[in-house]
């Protein structure tokens, strides 16, 4: 009952710091590697930011034609703020312009991939029903590529708009080093690589609300 009665006080202050957006609040949740947008972590940010629109896609194979379906779902939807979780904070750091929390960023996710070449399960489905794809080496290049520049071009109003989130006990990325060369704003978080309810309130949500202003 305590725990509810706290969710309950959460879901309150969050619905009155929201109310002070006039123009609606939406959201892009970018999913990590071998998932999708109906990740667990989409669920809660709709289910903690009630009345904000989460716009969560299926990212493509490829990872340039990820970058550009990002990019231009940043302009066409109208995005104010982007979280990001694994591989999809590295394509989050990726879109200049926008507020961005990359929470336990991939910037390597290519030397992953090539431990797993083959054929690799999703997590989650797939709006198109698949539940599997192939790892390529050229899959892994494309990533590569991408991976080699994506800290150009990064200014001081850049790294405002940047918060890095990074459990205390992750086992699976160890990118907090390289992020500090580049970036200021971060928070630790008590947990691992996935994310649980508690961090989400706790820390995604609040840093949302920290970069939106509210």
């Known amino acids: 009952m305590a725990e509810m009665a706290d969710i309950d ?3 309150s202050r969050v619905k009155a710091r929201l109310r002070e ?4 609040v939406n959201l892009l949740y970018i999913h ?12 809660h940010l709709a289910d903690y930011l009630p009345g904000c629109r989460v716009v969560a896609p299926d990212l493509p194979l490829p990872a340039r034609e990820a970058l550009e379906m990002l990019r231009q779902l940043v302009r066409d ?16 750091q990726k879109l200049r312009g926008v507020p961005k929390v990359l929470v336990n960023p991939s910037f390597h ?14 997590f989650k489905p797939r709006r198109d029903g698949a ?9 892994c290049d494309g990533y590569r590529e991408l991976e080699s520049g994506q800290f150009e071009e990064i200014t001081d109003a850049e790294r405002a708009l940047t918060w890095g989130l990074f459990g205390s006990d992750d086992d ?21 690589h ?19 202003g509210l």
């Open 9 to 11: 006080e959460f879901m």
């Open 21 to 24: 957006s006039e123009s609606g």
């Open 32 to 43: 990590g590697f071998a998932s999708s947008g109906a990740s667990g972590t989409a669920q």
């Open 77 to 92: 939807e109208k995005i104010n703020v982007v979280v990001g979780t694994s591989m999809g904070g590295m394509f989050a």
């Open 109 to 122: 996710v290519s030397e992953s991939m090539r431990r797993k070449i083959g054929t690799v399960p999703y």
């Open 131 to 139: 539940t599997e794809f192939e790892v390529t080496a050229e899959l």
């Open 172 to 192: 699976v990325v160890s990118c907090e080093a390289e992020y500090d060369r580049y970036y200021t704003n971060k928070k630790i978080f008590p947990g691992g």
């Open 194 to 212: 996935r994310l649980t309810s508690e961090a989400i309130r706790s820390y995604v949500i609040d840093t949302v609300l920290q970069l939106l």
